[in-house]
Structures are given as C-alpha cells and as structure tokens.
C-alpha cells in the first residue's frame, strides 16, 4: 500500500486514526498500541502477505535478545544477535548477488533460485540493531512488548524510514496526552503530509519518465548519448531522487504527527551543502548517524591515526553503498562518497595548517565554489547508483565527458520556447517533461532547483510549530533563501489547496509510482 495512492489516503489512514483515537480516549492505552500494530501489519502485508511471518519472528527473536541482554549484558548474546540480523538480511538481499559473482569468478554453474526482497527488511533490521546494542550498553531499561512491536512496525517510518532509536519513540508511547486526540497534531501533521505528497505525485515523478529514458537508453546501448542528453538525464534523476526522499520523509512525519508521535528529521535540503561532509548531515540523516555510531565509531572511527581514519571512511561508505543495493554500482558509489569525504578531510586538514584566516568567514565566492563542487560531484555520484551496471553508467559517462560529441537539440535553438520560464512550473504540473535535451526539459529542470536552492524546506516553513524531533538541532540559516514560513494565513491555505489538488489530478491520471527507496 503506498501513501501515494486513494486506498491509503481515503480509507486506511482515516479508519487507523478514528479507532486509535476511539479507544485511547477511553484510557484502553493497551487496546489502542495493539489496534496501530496491527493496523501497520496490514499495512505491510498488502504488499505481500507471506512476509509478515518474517516480520513476527524477527521482533520475536530480536526482543527475547533484548530480554536477555537487560537481565545479564553478555557480549556473546550481543553477537548472537547481530550475526542473526545480518544472516537474515545477508540471505534476502545479497544471496543471489553473491552466488552470481561465485559462478563468475570459479566458473561454477550454481543454480539460486531468485530470492524477492522482503519490503523494508533494510530498515526494521538495522533498527532493531540499534535496539540489542544500545540495551547491551544498558540505555534501555523500559521492555513493554506492544510498545516493542509499535516501535518496530510503525506504519509511517517501516517502509524507508528513518531508522528510529528505542529511545526517541518509547517515551513518546508511555504518556497518556498521546491517546487523546488534538486537532492541532491533526493540522499541522496533515499539512506536512500533503507538501510531501505534492513533492512525490508532482515533482518528482513529473521528471521520472525523463531519467528513465536516458538511463535505459545507456543500458541498451543502441545509441550513443549527446553531453545535453546525458546531464539533462542525471539532473533529471538528481531531482526525481530529491522530491522522492524528501517526499516521503515529510509524508512519514506527517503520519506520525497525526497520532501524535514524533520521528527525527531525516532530510534537510542537502543540495545546498557546501561539502560533501554536510551533505551527508542532511542526506538520509538517521542512516548517516546509524553508519556514524554502530560501524564508523566501532572499527576505530578517528582514534587510530589519520591513515586508519581514512580507511574507517572508506569502509563504511563501502558498506553504506551495500546496504542500498546487492550490485557492484552500489558499492562504487558508496567507494565514490568514501573518497570524497577522504578528500573533503583532507582540504579541511591543509586549510587549517596552511591556510587559516584571521577570521573564519568564508567569502561569497567560497562558499558558491563549495556548494558547486559539491553538488556536481554528488550528481556523478548518482549515475552509478542509478545505472544497473557497469556498463550502462560508463555510457552515462562518456555522454556527460562529451566524448560522444555536443548535439544541440534543434528546440533548444528557439528563442520563443526558451524564454517560457514562467511556464516551466505550469508544464511540470500539468503534463511532465518534454522530448529529452529541449529548452522545455532545461528550463524544467532550472524551475525545480531553484526549489531546492531557494525555498524554504518544510521544517524550516512549519518551524514555529515544532515538526519534528530534534528540530532545535539545525540553523534556520535562510540568508540565501526566501525567508516566508507557515502562518495558516488565507495565503497558506490557498498553497497547500493548490498543492492537494495537483496531487490528486496526478493520482487521477495513473501516475502513481512506488517510492525510490522501496528498492533498498
């Protein structure tokens, strides 16, 4: 079930939250954590009603860890623990992956069955790690099991995220204001949940159709990409992955503000990062802090030297790129990010020895150069996380190195279609992009990074409601930006009225697509 889609805003999400607030507003608090559970196993098992026994059992298993490790913290039930997390997800996600390059490398014939990727086993498994670690560390006291299961299968957070702690969403489930209902959650969770369904149905999957175009084009190999078409394809793809994640992370909180619960923030404008080590503050931000905490940190993060920090790095960027996807484009993706967060520390270690100002201000035209490079390296970045191999993403490449020549579309030689700037938003919203390399798709593209670059994120627009977790956390730094946030004045209100009815227009048409990271 997707929360793009009428089954889920007309009929699921309506039903779930009257009978959460029925019950918990007669004080059966334990009625009412049992009704969301099973509310979000239904959830998961439209999807495939097979897996959810996989689901129970983990939460079963992990949860019996987490028993035994609060009675007696041995680190042998710990490893217990984590070795049977990581098999589980070894076997779904990365078996046929390394079966595949086994029979290349030893030119074997081994015959693997196709294993289907259970929907979110990436996500509730690296969650419930954090849970029998951080309880082995003794942070976790509390061990109510309906609140284990809601922590585990809460429908808003347990397809793509974020990664919660145990210690964010337990406190929250332990007080009584949760189960009375507020039309205050309700507004101001609804309003974030429809922003992030207009992000979806709207601007991301308007530039879909472009990327996939130019990505299947390379995969075939019929024809050779043009530099236009090739990094028209890329930016169209660095967009479509944007509005998507940033899309459904609004959408999950939206939910979840509406019964009341918070979740942390889990993406905050990353295309406007000056350095590579911001963006990943800003990009998938409970992943990075996963990555950060239960792998950087435990290998030794910085504590060994610079060499062995550099190498902590890599690895867990190389494992990050893995946990996206069983493909060697992941990994070189994740290699990619690693090198650049090497290089990144390294720039920041020569300017501190060499270079240091009296001052620590940087100048306009650093922190553009900053912003520049960072962003045209994240965006070659993506084409190997994008391609479906190798061989698809060098072509990307060589179009993008304009080794293939530099075509000039015929359309973008008018100057009558060229200057419709205005247009550009009209088109998004009314119809998608155009023939691929057109003054149409450029301008398009410019209309949506202007979005990025200059409108104020949706936790910096609702800021003075309090949107999420942890919101006191990050700078509401909106120098470059336009400076307007949410007020529920009559203009506000027009806005998110424009924004529900495109949404619904789109989802009229058929044009609802699954969210990117149901993949990984």
Known sequence: MLFNSYIFILLFLPITLVGFYMIGSRNHHQIAISWLVSASLFFYAWWNPAYVSLIIISILFNYGIGLSLQSRPRKMVLILGVTCNLALLAY????????????????????????ILPLAIS?????????????????????????YCLFVTFFPQLIAGPIVHHKEMMP????????????????????????????????????????????????????????????????????????????????????????GIM?????????????????????????????????????GGSRKGFLR???????TMLLGGFWHGAGWTFI???GL??????????????????????????????????????????????????????????RVYEGMLMLNGVSIPQQLISIEESALLVSAGVSIIAGGLGSFGSAKEMIEIIFLLLIVWKLPNTMEWLRDFNPALDIDKYSFNCENQLNTHWKGSKFDSF???????????????GNVKEFLYFNF
């Open 263 to 299: 979740l942390p923030i889990n993406f905050f404008s990353p295309y406007r990062s000056v350095n590579i080590i911001e963006f990943w503050r800003r990009w998938h931000i409970t992943l990075s802090r996963f990555l950060r905490d239960y792998v950087y940190i435990q290998i």
């Open 309 to 315: 920090r550099y190498l902590n790095v890599i690895i």
């Open 332 to 334: 070189m993706w994740g």
């Open 92 to 115: 779904f996600k990365y078996a046929n992956f390394f079966v595949e390059n086994i029979n290349i490398l030893m030119g074997g014939d081994i015959v693997f069955e196709d294993i």
């Open 172 to 259: 929250q489930f332990l007080k009584n204001r949760l189960y009375k209902f507020k039309i205050k959650n309700l507004t101001i969770g609804l309003t974030i949940f429809l922003i992030g369904l207009f992000k979806k149905v709207v601007l991301a999957d308007s530039v879909a159709d472009s990327a996939n175009s130019v990505f299947t084009a390379a995969e075939v190999g019929g024809g050779q990409l043009t530099f236009f078409e090739a990094w028209g394809g890329v930016l169209a793809y660095s967009l479509q992955l944007y509005f998507d994640f940033s899309g459904y992370s609004d959408m999950a909180i939206g939910l979840a503000r509406m019964f």
């Open 495 to 509: 806005l998110l009225a424009f924004f529900v009815y495109f949404s619904f227009v789109y989802m009229s048409l």
């Open 123 to 147: 996500f509730f498994t690296f969650q419930q790690i954090t849970y029998i670690v951080d309880t082995y560390r003794g942070e976790i006291k509390e061990s109510n099991f309906l609140h």
């Open 337 to 394: 990010h690693g090198f650049y967060i090497v290089i990144n520390h390294g720039w920041n270690w020569l300017k501190s020895q060499f270079f240091t100002a009296p001052n620590n201000n940087k100048s306009a035209f650093g922190l553009f150069m900053g912003w520049f490079i960072t962003f045209l390296s994240v965006s070659v970045a993506w084409v190997v996380f994008r391609a479906e191999t190798m061989d698809g993403a060098i």
